[in-house]
């Protein structure tokens, strides 16, 4: 009998042939149905470019987790079955495929776009146990159990905010694919050593998006003949959240964080977009060019340099979460601060809290410059003799 480790890697194989084989399909279809990208102020892409790329990860996904992998978990001594545990996470996940794909077509309005993502996250709270109703508040404090409603509420909360947040930094050939890989690849790894009473199901599961997005990135790196489009964005954020649910609601203080620190490029974005825009007085959801690859583009990195950077950001805060679950109490609060520190200093330098935004470069401009250090000084005395 083949062991399940090689029966496992042969599903593994599969999946990212059947996404590399899907994606061109895919691509003429996308020109079909007018899933296109054309050119405009905002847009990157200099020709029209098929969207709809993630609907290949989506079909190499579900087949893989509803056709392949049942097969060879059931010679496990496992009581659950894995098509049942599965089966809710395809159904919501298609759902969000379908409001994504409606979206690259006809360009939804935020509300019914958001409904389609709200009635997913929904279906995960009603029929599944991913599900946000344990918090280990980090570094000691206590565990907090959510009542029901709180959970759902929290749920949801998530589910939504890490979709969008993954959404909002495809702006680049191949950077919500590589950024993905990375932060999957490590949430695999957290789930499978680290997460204490971690179902098998899980790390199998994340494994198995992986490749389904490694067989479908060939077609995407620049320079990309296929976008992922809302379809694919969408989809990837979504379950990226779900799957992420399982360390929020761990009861290891360390497992609280890792997934937060996991998702590192997508939460600081959206956070400090956020935070730019409300003290620019602009709507939180208003779209602008200021954006990480807005900003290393604008510093005058080329494409391709611009998405490796933000690949090694995304190995970096990766790195950082796999040290943090061997690392002492002390040493992950100090890992805590320094990456904070970094992340703020690297948003100053580039720029994208806005123009002149950059309290802590001015500082530590203060403590290490005497000559701003008293101009700074002379400044502050005449604000206060007027």
């Given at each position: 009998m083949i062991p399940f480790a090689l029966q496992y890697i042969i599903v593994l194989i599969s999946t990212l042939v059947l996404s590399a084989v899907a994606t061109p399909i895919v691509?003429?279809?996308?020109?079909q149905i007018g899933a296109v990208d054309n050119p405009n102020a905002r847009r990157i892409n200099k020709v029209p470019m098929p969207t709809a790329g993630g609907l290949a990860v989506f079909i190499?996904?579900?087949?893989?987790?509803?056709?392949?992998l049942p097969g060879i978990i059931q010679h496990l001594t496992?009581?659950?079955?894995?098509?049942?545990?599965?089966?809710?996470?395809?159904?919501?996940?298609?759902?969000?495929?379908?409001t994504g794909l409606i979206d690259d077509i006809k360009e939804l309005k935020p509300l019914p776009k958001m409904c389609g993502i709200l009635i997913a996250a929904i279906i995960i709270w009603v029929w599944t146990d991913f599900r946000f109703d344990d918090f280990k508040i980090p570094f000691g404090g206590p565990?907090?159990?959510?009542?029901?409603?709180?959970?759902?509420?929290?749920?949801?909360?998530?589910?939504?905010?890490?979709?969008?947040?993954?959404?909002?930094?495809?702006?680049?050939?191949?950077?919500?694919?590589?950024?993905?890989?990375?932060?999957?690849?490590?949430?695999?790894?957290?789930?499978?050593?680290?997460?204490?009473?971690?179902?098998?199901?899980?790390?199998?599961?994340i494994f198995i998006l992986v490749v389904a997005i490694a067989g479908f990135l060939p077609y995407n790196y620049h320079p990309a003949i296929i976008y992922l489009?809302?379809?694919?964005?969408?989809?990837?954020?979504?379950?990226?959240?779900?799957?992420?649910?399982?360390?929020?609601?761990?009861?290891?203080?360390?497992?609280?964080?890792?997934p937060m620190i996991i998702l590192g490029v997508p939460i600081t974005d959206t956070v400090v977009a956020i935070i730019r825009r409300?003290?620019?007085?602009?709507?939180?959801?208003?779209?602008?060019?200021?954006?990480?690859?807005?900003?290393?583009?604008?510093?005058?990195?080329t494409h391709r340099g611009?998405?490796?950077?933000?690949?090694?950001?995304?190995?970096?805060f990766s790195l950082i979460s796999l040290l943090l679950n061997v690392s002492s109490r002390l040493g992950g609060v100090l890992l805590m601060v320094f990456l904070l520190l970094g992340v703020l200093i690297l948003s100053e330098m580039i720029g994208i809290f806005g123009e002149n935004r950059t309290p802590l470069l001015n500082a530590l401009r203060f403590i290490g410059n005497s000559s701003y250090r008293q101009e700074a000084i002379a400044k502050w005395k005449s604000r206060r003799l007027k």
């Open positions: 691509r003429f279809i996308s020109f190499a996904f579900a087949v893989s987790v509803l056709g392949f496992i009581d659950e079955s894995y098509f049942d545990y599965v089966l809710p996470l395809v159904i919501a996940g298609g759902l969000v495929i379908v565990l907090l159990h959510f009542p029901s409603w709180l959970s759902f509420v929290l749920t949801v909360l998530w589910i939504v905010a890490i979709t969008n947040a993954v959404n909002l930094i495809d702006g680049l050939d191949g950077l919500v694919s590589g950024v993905s890989i990375i932060s999957l690849t490590t949430m695999g790894i957290v789930s499978y050593f680290f997460l204490h009473d971690s179902d098998i199901f899980l790390p199998l599961t489009g809302d379809t694919g964005a969408l989809f990837i954020g979504f379950m990226i959240g779900v799957l992420s649910l399982q360390g929020l609601k761990n009861s290891t203080a360390v497992a609280v964080v890792t409300s003290l620019s007085g602009k709507k939180i959801y208003e779209a602008d060019r200021m954006h990480l690859h807005h900003r290393l583009l604008f510093m005058g990195l611009t998405v490796l950077v933000i690949y090694a950001i995304s190995f970096i």
